[in-house]
């Protein structure tokens, strides 16, 4: 009955508007998770533009960062059989999707656009099943980055930290006069995303791909994690009391206001910043997480397309896909949103000089082999291991008495559990 009268709307606009007697305007319903300030206006850049085109969108945005919650909700509409027209779905899980038989070819869209050119090969390989695409990628967004409130830096004498040696030095100082060190807020993927930086910080990047690419028990359960542990543990002693489920963009805020000194946070923080009017450089500093300069922690935000039957529908889906690869989006979006664009071949003159940063350092971490999918951000591993890892990362953070050599036992033991 709603394809029937949709069909018969349409065909009535179609009549009295159009020329042409195409079937053309559809809807799509779109499931995200980008409901803080700058993830929202990011969302409204791709709303609109299909709007543009005589679509509907149908938002399906799910609150919760990192996209748990959201993922738990889309799973339930999918085995009803009623998934959305398109998901933000990341990395590993995309296959796992298209294996179960939910996601349908985008071949004749990235066909005629010729995505293969468009799209470096590692990321366009995580969005094709069998060869062919099932999701289109929206973006890059840097993991280990630190965002820094200059003025509160200023007032202690102290500098921006390079290394996490410089960083727990700077975190003494900054402490002694009454700041909160470092902005966080508990939750196990936020927990999971200052582990990375310090992971990579400790690691190294082949010796981080070995333990959270291949898993490689040889590092994953070795003194080098041990290490990772003490570290992270020292990081964390530098977050105030109250952090307990406190949202990320809450945490940023803190640094915003000065509240707080510094966050270790993905580059969707900038798009706080940005809604908030604030310049990088002047207002904010956006560096390398310590001991992460010229390394490149990479997680691309993609959304996966499902199968559907109104062929109305379906053409507001290619056109869906179609526009996320187009520049006037990849700017728009990217320039609210804090990450960078997908497409390398774009003219980076109208982005700020935090994502101009992150494009050199994409490239050259690229090419150094200083690149490393995130895990936390379900780039490197499944949700299965991750999620494992999450456990054990979080535990450790609430831990009264955090054990590095036990937790480190603990990780092995996880991981090879879901493996
Ligand atoms: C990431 C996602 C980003 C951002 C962030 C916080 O996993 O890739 O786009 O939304 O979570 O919600």
Known sequence: MKSFKRHLTALAVSAALMPTAAVQAGEVEVLHWWTAGGEARAAAALKKMMEEQGHTWKDFAVAGGGGEAAMTVLKT????????????IKGLDIREWAELGFLTSLDSVA??????????????????????????PVNVHRVNWLWVNPEVMKDVGVEVPTTLDEFFDVADKLKAEGYIPLAHGGQPWQDATVFDAVALAELGPDDY???FVDHDMDVINSAKMEDVFAQFAKVMSYVDDDAAGRDWNTATGMVIRGEAAMQIMGDWAKGEFTA??????EDYVCAPAPGTTGQFTFNVDSFAMFTLSEE????????????ILEPEFQTLFNQN???????T??????????????????KSSADDGGLVPSFSHGLATTSYIQGQIFDVV??????NNPDPAKTTDQLAAAIQSAM
Do not use: H
């Open 345 to 362: 071949d774009m003219d980076m003159s109208d982005f700020d000089t935090c994502a101009q940063a992150s494009m050199n350092t994409f």
């Open 209 to 211: 791909r070995k333990a």
């Open 77 to 88: 509409r999918a085995v009803s059989g009623n998934p959305p027209a398109a998901a933000q």
């Open 337 to 343: 949103k804090g990450s960078i664009p997908v497409r």
């Open 394 to 399: 979080t535990n450790f953070v609430n831990s």
């Open 276 to 281: 908030a009017g604030l310049t990088p450089g």
């Open 111 to 136: 066909d005629a656009e010729n995505w293969d050119q468009l799209i470096p090969p590692m990321i366009s390989d995580v969005m094709k099943y069998e060869g062919e695409y099932v999701a289109v």
């Open 312 to 323: 109305e529908d379906i053409k507001a889906q290619k056109d869906l896909a179609r526009t």
